[in-house]
């Protein structure tokens, strides 16, 4: 890709901070970041990135109040170019053991939970995951994880990569333009880098 | 498997790399997103960025210096130094820290960590606990290391191990302990305090103050610590991160090194697809 042509990214912004680490890695791979809280950008623009750092309740009551929860399902039933981070994958799920009580968007079946005990947690720092051959967007390798709350079964559906932290978890998932990453492609160094560049060539021609 | 991660320090004053020798004596090194970027295409996990000046008047410095090295780095920052309060700590997260460092103002006000923890989540907030050896050394290792706040200047007669246990109860995502005594000595890193901090929390544990030798790293982390910091030897160049990943590899700490192996890593910003 020409680093000359800018590719907008829309980034929702759920009002938890630091989106600074995301906007700097989109830079290197030639994107711009657009933080939106608009459903029409979220339901209908070329791309977009779910980030989350902060408490799966927290971020579930913000989407419903900007009305992305909708937003976001109607994206994911369309099939349009979307990347999940971190908190962004757990979101996808049904329900979270860190805010009992509360729906998630439901768009991948399964309760995310809480790593083991006998395990450091949170886990902090690099991990080997597993990428099914089927897999487009996601490749085996070393990437970063911040995260205490993690999916355990492979949804049924979806292409995984997976990985282990005391117990197997879900380190990725993917279908069709669809992607959701339990660890930090913008602080996975070169892996993440790569993953960045493929989504943010999604719907160009440029390849990558 | 989660691996060790080996994590170079960037002590800051006035957007300057310096080093510190016992929190004195600082020496300037460089600048703080050259470095950062040198390390990461060494093979750095992370990079650990504490203002060791960090005043009210030292703080658009400190954010300048934050934003510079985040626009060059691809792997997590931590920052530490004058955090007092969740806007210091909001302002660092937007400037492009990753987890935020908190020391003195946590031993002050400990419901600090819990703030932290609520708005930013767990994984963004790190207890940095400086402590020296006192005592009887009948006493116990938890009785044995003191907690020093205000750069090592003041003692608070808390014990190391407890203080870290309520630091992680109260939302501390992870313990960077620095031993006073060692820091800067060359000498090792204090692997009794090491192995005290690491057996008290549940969290990740980052070994700091001392190391000048990838046999010391090893020893911290075969000692109970999920990661080393290490300031000086990189700085000079001595031992690269790499050959100190090598040399944990070979004695069967499991590291990232794929990255390096596969083939040599471009600055970023030089990147294309």
């Not at chain 1, 408490?55 to 349009?80: K, N, P, S």
Request: hydrophobic share 45%.
């Amino acid at each position: 890709m020409s680093r000359s042509v800018a590719v907008d990214v829309h980034v929702v912004q759920t009002g938890v901070a630091n989106l600074a680490s995301v906007e700097a890695a989109l830079a290197r791979a030639g994107a711009r970041a657009l933080p939106t809280l608009d459903p029409a950008e979220v339901r209908d623009s070329a791309r977009v990135l779910l980030p989350g750092v902060g408490a799966f309740g927290q971020a579930m009551a913000a989407l419903r109040a900007h009305g992305l929860d909708q937003a976001l399902r109607g994206r994911i039933a369309a099939d349009r170019p979307t990347l999940a981070i971190c908190l962004g994958l757990q979101l996808l799920a049904e329900a979270s053991e860190e805010s009992p009580g509360v729906s998630g968007l439901g768009v991948v079946p399964g309760t995310v939970r809480r790593l083991p005990d006998g395990v450091r947690v949170p886990q902090l720092g690099w991990n080997t995951i597993e990428a099914m051959p089927e897999c487009t967007w996601l490749r085996s390798g070393c990437v970063c994880f911040a995260n205490s709350f993690a999916l355990r079964e492979p949804p049924h559906g979806w292409r995984c990569a997976m990985a282990t932290h005391g117990v197997r978890f879900v380190a990725g998932l993917e279908r069709g333009a669809i992607v959701a990453c339990q660890f930090h492609p913008e602080l996975s160094g070169r892996v993440g880098h790569e993953l960045l560049c493929r989504f943010v060539a999604a719907g160009t021609r440029a390849p990558c | 498997m989660l691996t060790a991660r080996v994590i170079p320090c960037l002590d800051v004053q006035d957007a300057r790399v310096v080093k510190g020798v016992r929190f004195a004596g600082l020496r300037d090194a460089g600048d703080p997103a050259g470095l950062a970027a040198r390390y990461q295409d060494e093979g750095a996990d992370e990079v650990v960025v504490l203002d060791v000046a960090a005043t009210p008047r030292g703080r658009a410095h400190q954010l300048g210096t934050v934003r510079a090295v985040r626009s060059v780095l691809g792997i997590p920052l931590t920052v530490g130094g004058g955090v007092r309060s969740r806007a210091d700590a909001r302002a660092l997260l937007e400037a492009g820290a990753d987890r935020v460092a908190v020391n003195t103002a946590a031993v002050r006000r400990p419901e600090l960590l819990t703030e932290l923890a609520d708005e930013f989540g767990v994984q963004c907030v790190v207890l940095a606990l400086d402590a020296r050896a006192v005592g009887d050394p009948r006493a116990g290792a938890a009785g044995r290391h003191e907690v020093l706040i205000r750069s090592g200047g003041e003692a608070t007669g808390l014990g190391a191990a407890p203080w870290a246990a309520r630091a992680a109860r109260l939302g501390a995502g992870e313990i960077l302990v620095t031993s006073h005594d060692r820091d800067g000595t060359r000498s090792g890193y204090d692997l009794e305090l090491i192995a005290a901090v690491a057996r008290a929390v549940p969290v990740p544990v980052v070994a700091s103050g001392g190391a000048a030798h990838p046999e010391h790293l090893l020893a911290a982390l075969r000692a109970g610590a999920d990661a080393v910091l290490a300031a000086s030897i990189f700085h000079d160049a001595e031992h690269s991160i790499h050959a100190v990943k090598e040399h944990l590899h070979a004695h069967g700490v499991p590291v990232r090194r794929a990255d390096r192996l596969l083939r040599p890593i471009p600055p970023m910003h030089d990147v294309s697809c």
